[in-house]
């Protein structure tokens, strides 16, 4: 399976960075910083990947940066991690920093998540469009805290027996692991073979969404809805609200929400 570098996305990434504007030191980690968050426009959502699932096989079915680009000015659709970890690596690469893929593994299975690491100034640092984790953390083989507030924030920690790191969240003390990973470089032709494997995966039996707004992150998970701020979390089940942020704060076509959930409907059980 054979995948190119995003680099020679350059026509794409550059009408995505069209209204990118940053005052400040270039290359730097502010301007890394600032990259990934005007990134984060681009939602993360599995119903692109859902409808893509259902029209072809194998590679033909990976979204690269022309496809994401055009189906987000279209209906504001992004992608899951694999389609997001592959375009963000691009655009970093054309802004002239080194970007790797990362492969990490989500607790309920291995290969199961992707990353961006970036190589700078001697340091290597993670950054996560799927995780929301837009400032570089440093990969530094020692316990990482960012706080996002006085209660919340990540934590990044490094296991030396394993030589593995894993991401948590926390708030009001309690830690969630959300993934972990050894810092391994892997070539995109292996990247596309955990991407194409990803289709296949249990999160694609519901329709699942995520961005960051403001202050706020909005997740939806089928009719499910939490809604998370430094200072609340606030969680509801209720198909007519679940719609209604779908198309009022992700601006996503209530069309391509009903495509993917008949599509869903098909599938055998």
Known sequence: MTLTNPGVYEKEALAFLERFDFSGTKPSLEHIAEVSRY???????????ILKRNQVLGTNRLRLPDEVTHDHFAWHLGGTCFSLTY????????LGYNAQPLICHLNWGENTHSAVVIQFAGSRYLVDPGYMIFRPFPLRK???????????????????????????????GQFVRRYRFNDTPISWDQFAIFWENSF?????????????EG???????????????????????????????????FKIPLEKLEEARYVLKQRPK
Do not use: H, W
């Open 142 to 172: 020692s316990n990482i805290e960012a706080r996002l507030s006085a209660e919340t924030g990540l934590s990044l920690r490094f296991d030396a027996d394993k030589d593995e790191y894993a991401v948590y969240t926390y708030r009001k």
């Open 87 to 94: 375009f963000l690596c691009g655009i970093y690469t054309l």
């Open 215 to 249: 202050q706020e992150m909005i997740f939806v998970q089928g009719d499910f809805i939490k809604i998370t701020s430094p200072e609340t979390i606030e969680k509801i089940r209720e198909v007519n609200l679940a719609e209604k942020i779908i198309k009022e704060r």
């Open 200 to 212: 296949n995966m249990p999160g694609m039996d519901d329709l699942t969404l995520t961005r960051v």
């Open 39 to 49: 990134f984060s426009r681009l939602p993360y959502e599995n119903i692109s990947k």
